[in-house]
C-alpha cells in the first residue's frame, strides 16, 4: 500500500549564534504514515516537531533525507495542493468575514467560482461554521477560529491534513469540538498528522503515535500496541486469606468487595506473592496488569 506519508534519514541543523558551528535539530527521522490514519507527533518544546512540520510543508530545506507524499515527491505541485495545513496560531484577516476568508482561499487555489461557492459551502458545514459564516475573523472566539483555519485547510479538498497544536488554548469544550470534528475528516478518508503536547487528546484520537526527544525518533507504533506492551504494576486479587496472616507475610492489601487487593511491581514479585498466598491456603481470583497510559510512556522517554 501507497503511503500517505514517508520520511526518510530527515536531518537538520541551524547554524550556531556566531556561525562557527551547526546545531543538529533533526537526526535522521524515518517515519511512515498510512493512508486514512491519525498519526499523532509527540515531543516536548524545542524536541523538531514543528522543523519536521516545516519540513514537511517545504517551507524549510532539510539537510539530508527524503519526503513524499502520496508517493511523490513532497515539493512536487500535485502534492502541494493534495496538502492542508492549520498552523499552531492561525493569523487572518481581521475584517474578512469567515465565508470570505474561505473564497479567498480557493481563488489562491484558481478554483472556479461555481467549484468554490460549492466547496465552500461543503466545508461551513463540514467545520460546524455553518449559520456564523458572516463573522467577522476578529469577532470570533479562539474555538471559532481553529474552526475558520481548519475550513480553510479543506478547501482544496485535500487527501492528507497537517495539524500544528490544533488544541493549544482551547478550552475542555472548544477541544471536545475540535477533536470530534477531527475524528469525522477521519471517517470520511482523510490521513491527518498532527503534532501536540496535550497527551489526553492525543490518547483519545491517534491510531499511532511517534515519539520525538533531541530530534531522535525514541518510540513509535500503534498506540494500542504500546499501551499493551507497558505495564505499570500488577494487581492480584486475593480470596481466603486471613488479614492478620496478611499483614505477617507482606500480603497486606486494599479491602475491596470482600477481596484483598495487593499491588506488584514486577512479574518475580508476582511470583513470590502467588507462593505466599498458596502457603496460607488462600486463592488468587485474578492477576489485573494495570498499563501505562500514553503519558506514562512519554514520562518516562523524557527521563531517560
Same mark, same amino acid.
Given at each position: ?10 536531518? /537538520? &541543523? ?9 546545531? #543538529? ?23 523538531? /516537531?514543528?522543523?519536521?512540520? +516545516? =519540513?514537511? @510543508? ?9 519526503? *513524499? ?7 512536487? @505541485?500535485?502534492?502541494?495542493?493534495? @496538502? ?25 487555489? =484558481? ?10 459551502? %461543503? ?12 463573522? /467577522?475573523?476578529?469577532? =470570533? &472566539? +479562539?474555538?471559532?477560529?481553529? *474552526? ?16 500544528? !497544536? ?9 477541544? /471536545? ?18 503534532? &501536540? ?18 530530534? *531522535?525518533?525514541?518510540? %513509535? ?21 486471613? %488479614? ?9 492489601? !486494599? ?17 513470590? +506473592? $502467588? *507462593?505466599?498466598?498458596?502457603? @496460607? ?6 492477576? $489485573? #496488569?494495570?498499563?501505562?497510559?500514553? !503519558?506514562?510512556?512519554?514520562?518516562? !522517554?523524557?527521563?531517560?
Amino acid at each position: 500500500m501507497m503511503a500517505a506519508l514517508e520520511i526518510r534519514g530527515l536531518e /537538520k &541543523s541551524y547554524p550556531s549564534t556566531f556561525g562557527t558551528r551547526r546545531i #543538529p535539530v533533526l537526526r535522521g527521522i524515518d517515519l511512515t504514515v498510512a493512508p486514512g490514519e491519525i498519526y499523532g507527533f509527540l515531543g516536548p518544546n524545542g524536541a523538531g /516537531k514543528t522543523t519536521t512540520i +516545516k =519540513c514537511i @510543508l517545504g517551507l524549510l530545506r532539510p539537510d539530508r533525507g527524503s519526503i *513524499r507524499l502520496l508517493g511523490r515527491d513532497a515539493d512536487s @505541485l500535485e502534492s502541494r495542493r493534495n @496538502l492542508g495545513f492549520l498552523p499552531e496560531n492561525p493569523y487572518f484577516y481581521e475584517y474578512l468575514t469567515i465565508r470570505e476568508l474561505l473564497h479567498f482561499t480557493g481563488r489562491l487555489f =484558481c478554483m472556479s467560482g461555481a467549484d468554490r461557492k460549492r466547496r465552500v459551502e %461543503e466545508v461551513l458545514r463540514q467545520a460546524g461554521l455553518w449559520g456564523r459564516e458572516e463573522t /467577522k475573523l476578529g469577532k =470570533c &472566539s +479562539k474555538g471559532m477560529i481553529q *474552526r475558520a483555519g481548519l475550513a480553510q485547510a479543506l478547501v482544496q479538498d485535500p487527501e492528507v491534513l497537517i495539524l500544528d !497544536e490544533p488544541f493549544s488554548g482551547l478550552d475542555p469544550v472548544g477541544r /471536545k469540538e475540535l477533536r470530534d470534528l477531527v475524528l469525522s475528516l477521519k471517517s470520511s478518508g482523510r490521513t491527518i498528522f498532527f503534532s &501536540s503536547h496535550i497527551l489526553q487528546d492525543m490518547e483519545l484520537m491517534v491510531d499511532r503515535v511517534a515519539i520525538i526527544i533531541n530530534g *531522535r525518533l525514541v518510540r %513509535e507504533g500503534r498506540l494500542d500496541e504500546l499501551v499493551s506492551r507497558s505495564v505499570r504494576h500488577y494487581e492480584l486479587v486475593v480470596d481466603g486469606v486471613d %488479614e492478620k496472616d496478611a499483614a505477617r507475610t507482606g500480603l497486606a492489601g !486494599e479491602r475491596r468487595d470482600n477481596h484483598t487487593i495487593i499491588r506488584v511491581e514486577s512479574l518475580e514479585e508476582v511470583n513470590q +506473592k $502467588i *507462593r505466599a498466598v498458596h502457603v @496460607l491456603s488462600g486463592r488468587i481470583a485474578a492477576m $489485573i #496488569p494495570v498499563k501505562l497510559t500514553l !503519558e506514562d510512556i512519554f514520562m518516562r !522517554e523524557i527521563g531517560k
